[in-house]
Structures are given as C-alpha cells and as structure tokens.
C-alpha cells in the first residue's frame, strides 16, 4: 500500500510541470503578438507600395514610348495607362 506521503510528490511535480507548460504557452502567445505587431508596418508598406506600382509602370511605360518612334510600345503604355 501506498503511503500518502509518497503520492505528493507527484502530485507536486505534475502541478510544477502544468505550471511550467502555461508559462511557456503564454510566452509562445506573447512571442506571436510581439511577431504580428512587428510585421503590420511591413504589410502596409507592401500594400501601398503596390498602389504606387502599377501607376509608376504605366509612367514609365509612357516616359520610354516617348523617347523612341515605336508606335507599338506607345500603344502599350497606353493600355497600361488606362488600366492604372
């Protein structure tokens, strides 16, 4: 038979593991909120990057067009102007 003494013991070392488990799933959330605070910044620069991207190329696409006599590409740049 089993004394009452020599069960606390594993009972103190489970509650110490539970304990130790919550601790490290609570860094674990923290370390995400920490991560998702961090790249927000990075996300609206890429969206608003993109924004700018397109009307840039279509810029571009007009700006080159114009400097050579290609009826073709100033064509194009003018299809991408009006998508923009």
Known sequence: MVSADEGLPNIRESVVEREQDELADAE??????IA?????????????????RTPLSAISALRNAGHSG?????EKADSLYRKS
């Open 70 to 74: 290609d009826t073709l590409a100033r």
């Open 28 to 33: 674990i959330i923290q370390a995400k909120q």
């Open 36 to 52: 998702e605070r961090t790249a927000a910044p990075s996300r609206s620069f890429l969206h608003r990057w993109h924004e700018l």
